[in-house]
């Protein structure tokens, strides 16, 4: 074998072999309500904690516990071009798709998750918590959201894995906070093991939680 064919070989092997910069856009689920199920009886068959707040729960789940889409649907109606939410199911695939992805749906308290609605993330001064001891803040004013310290990074992968899977838009300055509490809270254990199960259920995974150092070329 010439030297120029071993080069040529070598050059095509690493190209097959070579990561994707990018996550996939997930199509093995269709429709939002056929991950329903999947998510409760699969990916917490044995109970959790909620997203925000923190707050335990068993394989039977009781009530006041819902699901919260991280990076809002209102913002993906608002990108497919969508006057509503039915309007998308109905007439955009690509909606119904992005709103089935689990990896950007996390369980929280139905009044958390109605608090937060599609306010973006931030900081906000002072220690006003309206949800009892839950480490939850809201600011109307300023239109803003701040979680605990230990939601923050499963939060900003799953803001990561919609805005790369599916060019989901992220503002700059939201974007470089979420860096920053990415960096702060890497992923742990569970959030580790969570990604191993969606992926088994819908065929891709957050690559963020895979392979943290790849948020540092994430551009908004």
Not at 11 to 40: C, D, G, M, N, V
Not at 56 to 70: D, L, P, Q, T, Y
Not at 203 to 214: E, S
Request: one cysteine or more; glycine letters at 6%.
């Amino acid at each position: 074998m010439t030297r120029n064919v071993l080069l040529l070989l070598t050059a095509l092997i690493a190209l097959t072999t070579t990561t994707s910069t990018h996550s996939e856009e997930q199509y093995r689920f269709r429709k939002y309500f056929e991950t329903l199920p999947l998510f409760w009886d699969v990916i917490y068959a044995k109970g959790g904690e909620t997203l925000y707040c923190g707050k335990k729960f068993g394989s039977r789940r009781g009530r006041g516990i819902n699901i919260e889409h991280v990076f809002p649907m209102a913002w993906a109606m608002r990108a497919e071009g969508c006057r509503s939410r039915k309007s998308c199911r109905k007439h955009s695939p690509r909606f119904n798709r992005i709103e089935a992805d689990m990896h950007n749906l996390y369980p929280a308290r139905q009044e958390i998750n109605k608090a937060r609605s599609s306010i973006p993330f931030g900081i906000i001064k002072g220690e006003q918590r309206q949800f009892g001891r839950c480490d939850f803040e809201v600011d109307e004013r300023r239109h803003k959201v701040e979680p605990k310290p230990e939601a923050r990074g499963n939060i900003a992968r799953a803001m990561f894995h919609m805005h790369d899977s599916y060019g989901m838009k992220i503002f700059r300055s939201q974007g470089k906070l979420l860096k920053q509490w990415h960096r702060q809270d890497p992923p742990d254990e569970e959030e580790k093991q969570r990604n191993n199960r969606i992926g088994k259920l819908q065929g891709t995974r957050n690559r963020f939680i895979d392979k943290p150092l790849a948020a540092d070329n994430l551009r908004f």
